[in-house]
Structure formats: C-alpha cells, structure tokens
C-alpha cells in the first residue's frame, strides 16, 4: 500500500466514525458520548487497513491486535463507567457557553478535533500498513512487553478505581493498590502502551517517524486534558494535596513518607 492510499482510508474513516457520533450525540443531547468513540475509532481504523493491504507485515499484525484489545476494553469500560448518568462536566461548561449553537459548534470543537487528534495517535496504523520490515524483529518483542505493562496499569487502575467509586463515601480519596504508587495509574498505562507501539512500528524501515503518535498522548495527558486539568479541580481538597505530596504523579514509585 502507498502512502496515498493509507490516508485516504485514514480520513474516510475517521470522518464517518466521528461524524456519525456527532448526529448520536445530537440526538441524545450528550456530547460526552465522543470519549466512548475513541478507542474503538483506532480499532476500526486498524482493521480496515489491515483488510486492504496487500503485504501484511507481522508488525502490522501485532500492532492492530494490540491496538484492537486496547481500543474495545477502553471503550467497554467508559461505556460501563457512563451508564445513568449526565453529560461529562466538561462538555456541559462549552455547551452553557455556546449556548443554543453548540450543537453545530460540537461537530468541529469535539468530534473534529478528536478525529484529527486521532489521525495523528494513528501513525502506528499507518506506518505499519506502507513500510517494510526490517531484521529488527527483536523489536517487536520489546515493544509488545512494554504495551503489556502499559495494559495492565491501565486496566488495572481502571477496575481499582471503579470498585472504589461504588462502596466508597463521598471525600475518600483513593490511594490503594496501583494507585498507591502513581496518581494516575490509567493515564501511565496509556502512555506506556502508546510507546510500546511505536517500538513495535521501529523494526520497520520508516517505523520513526510514528514517534509523533506516543508524543502526542504524552503531552495531551501531561499538559492538556489529563493531568493538568484533573488535578486542577482538587487544589482545595486537603486529604487530596496529602496524597499528592506521597504519590508519585505518573511513573510508579514507592510512596513517600
């Protein structure tokens, strides 16, 4: 497949995925129903690739899987985590902003940025459907334990933290299991699978230059809607500022006294 070729299915497919979820969320007045489309958007993408490329390389093979168990547990989980309740707090605050036109404005502030932010974190896909492997195998290996650990963080946090949102009360604070050592457990498995990735694409002859898709998520989840504005809204919670000072804020360690 040329690059051309990859693209253009890139865009045509991200393009329906998104656009159809706009018209979705339209009709349920629920702009946060985007955060269930993105994993399950790369999933779609990976495969549609995959079924037209005439060359499947191995690489390209352990990428989609990856891609594919990653991408359908985020998107089950977030479904489960939203049942029976309201719009995400973020999308309510443009929606009162915009008022009456955020329903036109959602199509390309939300579902548009998120599909071009999704073509980006797709390099992997992209890379892996064009170019040749190379005698670098080692490095798919390397890259797929690195995607594992990330996967486990991940999920693991995840089912941690949903356990402790139903039997806990309001003001606790969670800091046990994985989320003893880091802050945000989710957020380092998902930077982690990202990079494990993109090792898996290097043992391809131009595997580089998807290095954009794992920096990317890694300044997305660090400075922009990760992070930055999650902790943002417990600067005055004081069990969460004790927490903060023992917790690592993303990279595993062992609490501090």
Not at 242 to 257: C, E, F, G, M, V
Request: with cysteine; proline share 3%.
């Amino acid at each position: 497949m040329i690059i051309s070729e990859a693209i253009t299915i890139l865009a045509i497919v991200i393009f329906i995925w998104m656009t159809g979820w706009w018209l979705f969320s339209v009709y349920v007045k629920d702009a946060s129903v985007v955060d269930i489309a993105w994993g399950p958007g790369f999933v779609l993408l990976g495969w549609c690739l995959m079924l037209v490329s005439t060359e499947k390389s191995t690489a390209q093979q352990v990428i989609t899987v990856l891609v594919t168990l990653w991408g359908l547990r985020l998107g089950a989980h977030i479904l489960w985590r939203k049942r029976g309740k309201d719009e995400d707090w973020r999308y309510k605050a443009m929606r009162k902003k915009s008022g009456k036109a955020f329903w036109w404005r959602s199509y390309f502030k939300i579902f548009i940025l998120q599909g071009l932010l999704m073509s980006i974190v797709a390099a992997p896909l992209i890379v892996s459907s064009i170019y040749k492997e190379t005698s670098n195998e080692w490095l798919i290996y390397l890259g797929a334990g690195v995607w594992l650990v990330g996967f486990i963080f991940e999920a693991l946090g995840d089912c941690q933290l949903s356990s402790f949102l139903e039997t806990s009360k309001k003001g606790q604070i969670m800091d046990k299991g994985v989320w003893a050592y880091t802050r945000h457990p989710n957020y380092f498995g998902e930077i982690t699978m990202w990079w494990g990735i993109w090792l898996i694409a290097l043992s391809l002859t131009g595997g580089w230059i998807a290095v954009i898709s794992p920096l990317l998520i890694t300044f997305l989840l660090l400075k922009v809607s990760g992070i930055t504005m999650l902790e943002a809204k417990y600067e005055d919670n004081k069990k969460y500022q004790a927490y903060k000072k023992r917790t690592s804020a993303l990279i595993p360690l062992p609490p501090r006294n």
